[in-house]
């Protein structure tokens, strides 16, 4: 299996542009979140799914737009890049149930300038 | 509300000796509790967890973490430090009661250890 997957690894936009994050997981997992790590404030929730059709708001959704389409893939619009918005996104899933752990993708960095 | 308190920005420890990370957490329920790691320019990894049940949990790589409900506690523990623990290590807690968007991580803690 190749577990949770995230392209780009790296990506450098101008304010105002937009782009995709692509996140896939091959382990059948209904659940997938998005997260977004900035220094000494350690992971925060953009949005999550629980299913392919069903997504929500996590703390930090202003600025990002989310869609499931399928079980497997989770991928994260940016509207309107701003600098605020340089970060390192993780994708994660887990199975349903809030004691499963979750797993995690690479990581992808993003700068905005 | 949920939060996740890591003490330490930076935990030093020489190689062999033992380690502690801690982490200390307020839900207003029962808690889903977790440690991940994080290596340098890579995703979370799971450790270990505490669901319920036995209060000592034993996880990946030699970890292992108590909770301590009383202390609304849950650190980490190696008997042994290793060189290649050095990584950023991260609390996790869920209330139970709540839904998915309610996991809460702590800020971090970044682990070194000497050779």
């Known amino acids: 299996n190749a577990g949770v997957t995230q392209t780009p690894k790296f990506q450098v936009l101008k304010t105002g542009q937009s782009m995709t994050l692509q996140c896939a997981q091959d382990m059948n997992h209904e659940y997938m979140s998005w997260y977004r790590q900035d220094p000494g404030m350690g992971l925060r929730l953009i949005h999550y799914s629980v299913g392919a059709g069903i997504t929500d708001q996590g703390e930090v959704p202003n600025g990002y737009n989310v869609s499931r389409s399928t079980t497997e893939d989770f991928p994260l619009r940016l509207l309107s890049a701003a600098p605020s918005q340089t970060s390192v996104y993780f994708c994660?899933?887990?199975?349903?149930?809030?004691?499963?752990?979750?797993?995690f993708g690479p990581g992808t960095r993003l700068t905005v300038t | 509300a949920q939060s996740v308190a890591q003490p330490e920005d930076q935990v030093n420890v020489a190689e062999g000796n033992p380690l502690t990370v801690k982490c200390t957490y307020s839900v207003s329920g029962n808690p889903y509790l977790f440690w991940y790691v994080q290596y340098p320019n890579r995703g979370l990894q799971f450790l270990l967890k505490?669901?319920?049940?036995?209060?000592l949990v034993k996880g990946s790589y030699g970890f292992e973490a108590e909770f301590n409900k009383s202390q609304t506690s849950f650190h980490l523990k190696k008997p042994s430090a290793l060189v290649s623990d050095s990584a950023l290590y991260f609390c996790a807690v869920r209330d139970i009661r709540t839904s998915y968007d309610k996991v809460i991580f702590g800020p971090g803690t970044s682990l070194s250890v000497i050779p």
């Open positions: 505490y669901i319920t049940g036995d209060n």
């Open positions: 994660a899933s887990s199975y349903m149930g809030g004691g499963n752990e979750q797993y």
